[in-house]
C-alpha cells in the first residue's frame, strides 16, 4: 500500500454541505468574522460520474479564506446521486470534505486508489479535473483533489487576498 505522497499532504480547503448557500455564508461571516464569501453559482460541472455512472449535479458554492485553510461552503439544487448526499441527507447540513490542491493529481489520485479510496463523484470544471474520495471510513469525511491549474490558482490568490485585509464591506461577491 503506497503512502499519500508527501509534497501534496498540505489540506487547502474544509467544505460543508448547507441548505441556504447565501443564508450560510451571512452565518460564517457573523459568528466567526471569516469573509468576503466569493459565491459561485449556476457553474456548469462537466463529465460527471457517481460512483462510475453519469449524473448531474446541479449546486452553487461559496468560497472565503480563514488564515491558510479555504472555507467552501456547497448547496445542492436538485436530487442527482452525489458525493454529497452519499454522507449529507437532504435537508441536512454538515461537514462534508477536505481538499488537497493537486500538482500531481494523477500520482495522488493513484496513491488513494492503492489505499483502497473509492471514487465517489468525478467531473471537470473549465477542462480541469477533480474528484472526491470516499474516505469516510477511515477519516469519518470525504476527501477531494483538485487538479492544478493557473487559473484556478489566481482565483484561489484572490480568495486569499480579500480575506487579508477584509473589514467586513461587500460581504457576499461574485465570483466571477
Known amino acids: 500500500m503506497a503512502p499519500i505522497n508527501p509534497r501534496n499532504t498540505r489540506i487547502m480547503q474544509n467544505s460543508w454541505v448547507v441548505n441556504d448557500l447565501r443564508q450560510a455564508a451571512t452565518d460564517w461571516i ?3 468574522g471569516i469573509g468576503p464569501f466569493f ?5 456548469e460541472l462537466e463529465d460527471q460520474l457517481h460512483r462510475g455512472k453519469p449524473t448531474d449535479v446541479k449546486a452553487s458554492f461559496a468560497l ?7 472555507i467552501e461552503l456547497v448547496c445542492q439544487h436538485n436530487d442527482a446521486p452525489s458525493a454529497y448526499r ?7 447540513q454538515g461537514f462534508h470534505h477536505m481538499a488537497l490542491y493537486c500538482q500531481h493529481y494523477d500520482d ?5 486508489l492503492q489505499q483502497g479510496a473509492e471514487v465517489a463523484f468525478s467531473g471537470t470544471s473549465g477542462g480541469k479535473r477533480f ?7 477511515s477519516l469519518g469525511y ?10 484556478q490558482t489566481e482565483f484561489f490568490q484572490r480568495i486569499r487576498a480579500a480575506a487579508a485585509d477584509w473589514q467586513g464591506d461587500n460581504p457576499l461577491r461574485p465570483a466571477f
Do not use: F, K, N, W
Not at 472565503?64 to 479555504?70: K, L, P, R, S, Y
Not at 495522488?108 to 488513494?112: C, G, I, K
Not at 470525504?142 to 487559473?151: F, T, V
Open 108 to 112: 495522488d489520485l493513484e496513491a488513494y
Open 142 to 151: 470525504m476527501m477531494e483533489l483538485i487538479e492544478h491549474s493557473p487559473a
Open 86 to 92: 452519499d454522507t449529507i441527507a437532504a435537508g441536512q
Open 131 to 137: 474528484c472526491y474520495l470516499d474516505t469516510t471510513a
Open 30 to 32: 457573523r459568528q466567526t
Open 39 to 43: 459565491l459561485v453559482e449556476g457553474i
Open 64 to 70: 472565503a479564506q480563514a488564515g491558510d485553510i479555504q
